[in-house]
């Protein structure tokens, strides 16, 4: 999810590289960090007010990558909690930083080595576009969340992808393409609610005069106008009903 991406310029990518979703962030994982993107940054600014009084509270950073919202969430009083990635390259950036070793598992988001019932919010950030089986990991979810966990979820907007956005990186002046799969909003709820969830929202998000710099340091700052006409970002949140189901 780069700055061209989210500048809306479909014509910009027609020779870019598409690569497995594995493959992709194996490559971009060492400079994922680097550069600022205006889509993780719109996000962040909607979610953080959100996730507060998180003291005593378990955290589930689903797809967690470099650990950028279970590093944001400890520093915010997330006193325990879990991040989950299949990168190990990910993951190794994700280790470099103090407060999240030894808090890093990998494993696929759709069959967690995780206790049930002990998480009280979950976060799963530009993830789900990835993740073929959507039901698996909703029913983990619901498996490992307590009664009433809340459950954010975030995805490159579908409107956004339709227009020609894409989750993707340079490696040097190739652009590379990562294998996504965009979800509606009814479509993610729909599966969520089949596996113990209610939906206290959705939201789609625009970009806004706080990303208007990064666009101007990447140099695209003619693109910013068009990129804000246009939803950038879905957000689900989820309760969990009731008792998570028993493990069997």
């Not at 950028?68 to 991040?83: D, I, N, P, Q, T």
């Not at 988001?109 to 789900?128: K, Q, R, T, Y």
């Not at 209610?198 to 005069?209: A, I, K, N, V």
Request: with cysteine; proline share 6%.
């Amino acid at each position: 999810m780069d700055t061209e991406s989210a500048a809306g310029k479909p014509s910009a990518f027609a020779e870019a590289h598409q690569v497995s979703a594995a493959e992709g962030y194996e490559w971009w994982a060492p400079d994922y960090d680097r550069a600022p993107n205006p889509l993780l940054a719109r996000e962040e600014r909607y979610l953080s007010p959100l996730l507060t009084d998180l003291c005593h509270k378990s955290i589930l950073d689903l797809a967690c990558g470099t650990g950028r919202w279970m590093e944001r969430l400890r520093a915010k009083g997330g006193e325990s909690g879990v991040g989950i990635d299949y990168s190990g390259a990910m993951l190794r950036v994700a280790g470099e930083k103090p407060t999240l070793r030894g808090r890093l598992i990998r494993a696929g988001c759709e069959n967690l080595p995780l206790p049930g019932n002990c998480f009280d919010l979950a976060i799963c950030s530009f993830a789900v576009g990835h993740i073929h089986d959507l039901e698996s990991v909703a029913l983990e979810l619901g498996r490992v969340t307590k009664a009433g966990a809340d459950v954010f979820v975030t995805d490159l907007h579908p409107e956004a992808y339709a227009l020609g956005w894409r989750v993707g990186f340079r490696l040097g002046a190739m652009p590379v393409h990562i294998e996504t799969h965009p979800r509606t909003a009814d479509e993610i709820v729909r599966v969520f609610g089949r596996n113990g969830f209610e939906c206290e929202m959705h939201e789609r998000l625009f970009l806004g005069e706080p990303e208007k710099p990064i666009f101007e340091r990447a140099g695209k700052l003619d693109a910013f106008v068009e990129a804000c006409k246009w939803p950038a970002v879905l957000v689900c949140h989820f309760r969990r009903r009731g008792s998570p189901p028993s493990e069997n």
